[in-house]
């Protein structure tokens, strides 16, 4: 795991010092070492986290057979097997990164199609004077770019190095802004910033001679039907294993995150078979919210060395403010910092963590979202009556917002989601603001910025008109979006590697394409997971719900210094973030102490320690 960086331009060996700039933004995702490589028109930066092959893995690393050069971030879990069916390139390390490029001189942009686990690339060719970059399936590792102020090609593993540059005076972008508004993330297809940019997930990126192409390389599959459910459930457990094993393959100690929930109790148990006396690592919030005695009960029974760690003798405030450094972005899903610390804890043991991130975008892990989808169809004739009713409404006028306009607020709560829409990723998305557009428009100071960001979006997969487009969305939006800018951040603030068995394209390939009835139904969820591993776990584990690893935000708010940080941030009409939003609205928030204070908080903070253009150009 490192952080990479590039500039293209024409005499590229005059950006040595902004490079230099770059890579001391970057440290923290490589604390090993740093490495510059520069041809005429490019120069790359690359700073290291030793995981394999500490002698021979320095970066940028360049080809044994051309004039070509990378810089790497991630792990390419299997490249010992890989790396033997590539003979013919004379491979000069046993690093994964060095197979990354045999691929490519072998097989050019179709290498990725043979390139397993997670990463974010770039390759320098010098003879073709062509970029081609590339990102993991998941988004497991970010890649953001941008143009200069001279039509320099700017890349890098985080926002802020690109900013560090000089080259660039990063703009608001208000789409992206009311997105996190309601969801707590910027889009994974965009940044805060109008012209800074994220190279999706799955897609490639080619530029040569100041043309710049992008597209995708991978999609989700389709679901198939399972003949013998036996079968597929032992297929499934030979896959994970084969995953687990695969990622605990590195030169330097390997442990796990613990949360005490059926993904992490699983990693646990299967790494256990391989490496005895593993690491693992719990995070506790006291009495609101505790999952320590189910982690202790798997800790106990696989007998690893389990280290605790709890919140009470952290001060918020103050690791408040640390957020915004890490994300670059305004971030409020407040797991984000037990994350941080956990990792700054497993960090003082380790370098490499085993996680279960995926399991619940795969197998259906959000029953408090996915379950009442399940009566999407709806039950009863009243339900059907009253959908068709608004259907036919819907239908002659299109939108959503129409009826939001004509029904009160209060009333229109009332009606129960699976009634409202007759689109179940629709249903989901609005499920999960917290902001409404309503509520947006009110807060919105000039009335006009709000941009509707739902309902005219693109699926890249195909549609059941079942849950299982719920869990694809959350794939290739939440997963992205949220779930793994948390932990990448949160984790490579410390130098830490965080590695995801769930993701592995192979298991989570079979995963996605299984029917929705062996992922989730009414009363369970993760069906095939508990049929396949329920053995494994304590009993008390296999009869406990899902509970999230979600901090205890109410609590948090009405801490003294958190309230100091509420007056600062929120009840000065100074603050920039009065700039978009109402001042009078925003007030009416201050004392709720809900998530939509916790919101309006974290961006406040995250405005005021960044340097940024309005949309109109006004300095923020």
């Known amino acids: 795991m490192c952080g990479i960086a590039g500039i293209i331009s024409k005499d590229a060996v005059n950006f040595e010092n902004e490079m230099d700039k770059m890579l001391i933004s970057l440290k923290h995702r490589g604390p090993d070492g740093s490495g510059v490589k520069k041809f005429s028109n490019c120069i790359l930066g690359h700073t290291r986290l030793s995981i394999i092959d500490h002698d021979g893995g320095q970066q940028p690393m360049d080809s044994s057979e051309s004039n070509k050069s990378i810089v790497f971030n991630g792990e390419i879990y299997g490249y010992k097997e890989i790396q033997e069916n590539l003979a013919n390139y004379k491979f000069l390390t046993n690093s994964d990164t060095e197979v990354i490029l045999a691929l490519y001189e072998k097989y050019g942009s179709d290498c990725l199609e043979r390139l397993p686990g997670m990463f974010a690339f770039a390759i320098w060719d010098e003879a073709e004077g062509t970029l081609f970059a590339a990102r993991d399936r998941f988004g497991e590792k970010p890649f953001y770019y941008a143009f200069g102020q001279n039509q320099e090609f700017i890349f890098a593993s985080e926002i802020k190095a690109i900013i560090k540059t000089g080259l660039i005076t990063p703009v608001l972008d208000i789409n992206s802004l009311m997105h996190y508004l309601q969801y707590l993330y910027v889009p994974p297809n965009r940044t805060i910033f109008s012209n800074i940019h994220t190279l999706s997930p799955a897609h490639l990126l080619i530029y040569k001679d100041g043309t710049l192409q992008i597209q995708r390389y991978w999609s989700l599959p389709i679901t198939n039907e399972i003949q013998d459910t036996n079968t597929a459930i032992q297929k499934f457990m030979n896959l994970l294993e084969d995953s687990v094993r695969k990622q605990l393959v590195a030169d330097v100690s390997v442990g796990a995150f613990?949360?005490?929930?059926?993904?992490?109790?699983?990693?646990?148990?299967?790494?256990?078979?391989?490496?005895?006396?593993?690491?693992?690592?719990?995070?506790?919030?006291?009495?609101?919210?505790?999952?320590?005695?189910?982690?202790?009960?798997?800790?106990?029974?696989?007998?690893?060395?389990?280290?605790?760690?709890?919140?009470?003798?952290y001060d918020i405030a103050q690791l408040l403010l640390e957020m915004a450094d890490v994300f670059d972005e305004p971030f409020a899903d407040s797991s984000n910092i037990p994350t941080y610390l956990i990792s700054k804890l497993a960090r003082k043991h380790l370098k490499v963590i085993l996680t279960g991130d995926g399991a619940d975008e795969l197998l259906g892990g959000y029953d408090y979202w996915y379950q009442s989808a399940l009566?999407?169809?709806?039950?009863?004739?009243?339900?059907?009556?009253?959908?068709?009713?608004?259907?036919?409404?819907?239908?002659?006028?299109?939108?959503?917002?129409?009826?939001?306009?004509?029904?009160?607020?209060?009333?229109?709560?009332?009606?129960?989601?699976?009634?409202?829409?007759?689109?179940?990723?629709?249903?989901?998305?609005?499920?999960?603001?917290?902001?409404?557009?309503?509520?947006?428009?009110?807060?919105?100071?000039?009335?006009?910025?709000?941009?509707?960001?739902?309902?005219?979006?693109?699926?890249?997969?195909?549609?059941?008109?079942?849950?299982?487009?719920?869990?694809?969305?959350?794939?290739?939006?939440?997963?992205?979006?949220?779930?793994?800018?948390?932990?990448?951040?949160?984790?490579?603030?410390?130098?830490?590697?965080?590695?995801?068995?769930?993701?592995?394209?192979?298991?989570?390939?079979?995963?996605?394409?299984?029917?929705?009835?062996?992922?989730?139904?009414?009363?369970?969820?993760?069906?095939?997971?508990?049929?396949?591993?329920?053995?494994?776990?304590?009993?008390?584990?296999?009869?406990?719900?899902?509970?999230?690893?979600?901090?205890?935000?109410?609590?948090?708010?009405?801490?003294?210094?958190?309230?100091?940080?509420?007056?600062?941030?929120?009840?000065?009409?100074?603050?920039?973030?009065?700039?978009?939003?109402s001042f009078e609205k925003v007030q009416e928030y201050i004392h709720k102490d809900n998530y939509k204070t916790w919101i309006l908080l974290v961006l406040s903070i995250w405005m005021e320690k960044n340097i940024f253009l309005m949309p109109n150009h006004e300095v923020g």
């Open 258 to 313: 613990l949360s005490g929930g059926l993904d992490s109790s699983t990693i646990v148990a299967l790494a256990s078979k391989y490496k005895k006396n593993l690491k693992t690592f719990s995070f506790g919030f006291g009495d609101v919210i505790n999952e320590l005695p189910y982690a202790q009960e798997i800790a106990d029974k696989y007998k690893t060395d389990h280290h605790v760690l709890r919140a009470e003798d």
């Open 375 to 581: 009566g999407f169809e709806g039950k009863g004739n009243k339900n059907t009556i009253v959908k068709q009713i608004i259907k036919r409404i819907k239908k002659k006028h299109e939108t959503i917002p129409f009826l939001q306009r004509i029904i009160p607020l209060k009333f229109w709560n009332l009606i129960p989601l699976y009634l409202q829409y007759d689109n179940i990723i629709l249903e989901q998305e609005e499920k999960r603001k917290y902001f409404s557009d309503i509520e947006i428009n009110k807060l919105s100071k000039n009335n006009n910025f709000f941009s509707d960001l739902i309902f005219n979006r693109s699926y890249s997969f195909y549609q059941e008109h079942n849950v299982n487009d719920a869990l694809k969305m959350d794939l290739i939006n939440y997963m992205p979006g949220d779930i793994l800018v948390k932990t990448d951040r949160a984790s490579m603030a410390h130098g830490l590697e965080l590695r995801s068995p769930f993701l592995d394209p192979e298991f989570a390939e079979f995963c996605i394409s299984l029917p929705i009835s062996l992922k989730i139904t009414e009363k369970t969820s993760k069906v095939f997971l508990r049929e396949a591993f329920g053995d494994m776990w304590t009993s008390s584990l296999r009869k406990r719900g899902k509970m999230g690893f979600g901090a205890p935000v109410h609590e948090w708010l009405q801490l003294e210094s958190v309230k100091n940080l509420k007056y600062k941030y929120l009840h000065d009409e100074k603050m920039k973030i009065f700039s978009i939003l």
